[in-house]
């Protein structure tokens, strides 16, 4: 995935706020936090991989959907696998 190689530094960058809400999670789970605490720090964790596959997944469609220079059977597969991976996704 091209898209992910030339914006590699702003998705490793939410990938490791991501890692620092699971750490404050893991933390507040250890220490016994009021679990509305806990609850809010589990929705914000969800909200910021929610940000990162909406970020991807758009890369995704505008680098290789979206492009003109690839075959119908390649665009076909590409929707396949976008279509898997959304599918995914949201179970």
Do not use: F, W
């Not at 605490?37 to 890369?59: D, K, P, S, Y």
């Not at 469609?61 to 996704?89: F, K, M, P, Q």
């Amino acid at each position: 995935m091209g898209h992910t190689i030339t914006a590699k530094k702003p998705l490793l960058a939410r990938i490791r706020r991501i890692k620092g809400q699971a750490d404050a999670l893991e933390r507040a789970l250890t220490e016994d936090t009021d679990c509305s605490a806990v609850l809010q720090q589990i929705a914000a964790i969800r909200g910021a991989v929610n940000g990162l596959m909406a970020e991807v997944l758009e890369g995704h469609i505008r680098e290789h959907l979206g492009a003109n220079d690839i075959s119908e059977d390649e665009r076909r597969t590409d929707v396949d696998a976008v279509a898997a991976a959304v599918r995914s996704y949201l179970k």
